[in-house]
């Protein structure tokens, strides 16, 4: 994996938003999952704001605030800005391609998912950006996965287009807690933990979640970690714009 495709991971993943206070309600279940019933996020459109923390290996920090906008399986819009009302980046995730307009690195992206898969080896989309995003299996169960109830949460292990993922998901939120994804390949891994949930309209959304991504450069093995503080959920009825242009 080159450093064009690692720092594309990155802002892939930087889809979350901004630096106002935060005013969040703890989500707190009526009873527990009895059976394996993840919750969903229901909305047709959503908006929201976050603050993030970038730490890269060589010990660099990057403090940004995030916008991002969606339809439900439809667009995921975003933009990136670490401060005083610059647009660093601006993305655009649809269910054909990917989008990113870096306007400091000038590593741009405008790729369908088919093309990002044959030169990089890597198979997304829209959906699966959508349940890391939001604390949701990364795909939906299905016979050929393996499932087990311990405790107080249930482990799901499935394996897709040559990417083992192994989530956590408890049983009061019904929603995954920790999630790691590996290439079969040994070409890069993806960790994630979702600290605690909020409330949003009676849905359980994440309050705090860490990344850990790591991927393979000409240099070595390099790792990336992002904390993301959702500060603000809104989900809308009425549609939302979506600007976006090269």
């Known amino acids: 994996m080159n450093r064009f495709l690692g720092t594309s991971l990155i802002l892939l993943l930087l889809i979350f938003s901004a630096s106002c206070a935060k005013k969040v309600i703890p989500y707190q279940s009526d009873g527990r999952m009895e059976s394996f019933q993840p919750s969903y996020p229901s909305y047709n459109y959503l908006s929201a704001r976050a603050k993030v923390i970038i730490e890269e290996e060589s010990g660099k920090v990057t403090r940004g605030t995030l916008s991002l906008r969606s339809k439900k399986d439809s667009v995921l819009w975003f933009t990136i800005s670490p401060g005083l009302g610059m647009e660093a980046v601006r993305g655009l995730i649809t269910q054909e391609k990917i989008q990113i ?45 393996r499932l087990l109830r311990v405790k107080s949460q249930y482990e799901l292990t499935q394996v897709r287009n040559q990417v083992r993922y192994f989530s956590k998901i408890g049983t009061e939120s019904a929603k995954v807690i920790e999630l790691a994804g590996n290439s079969l390949d040994d070409r ?41 503080d959702w500060t603000s959920i809104t989900l809308e009825d009425e549609p939302l714009n979506f600007p976006f242009k090269f």
Do not use: C, M
């Not at 369908?112 to 604390?135: H, M, P, R």
């Not at 933990?193 to 949003?200: A, K, M």
């Open 188 to 228: 890069g891994s993806l960790l994630a933990s979702f600290d605690g949930f909020q409330e949003v309209d009676g849905q359980p959304f994440p309050s705090e979640t860490l990344y850990k991504l790591v991927y393979q450069l000409s240099t070595g093995s390099q790792n990336t970690i992002l904390h993301v």
């Open 101 to 145: 307009k870096d306007r400091i690195g000038k590593e741009d992206i405008n790729l369908t998912f088919g093309e990002f898969k044959n030169y990089y080896g890597l198979d997304l989309s829209l959906d699966l950006f959508q349940n890391i995003l939001w604390a949701n299996p990364p795909f939906r169960f299905d016979y050929s996965d």
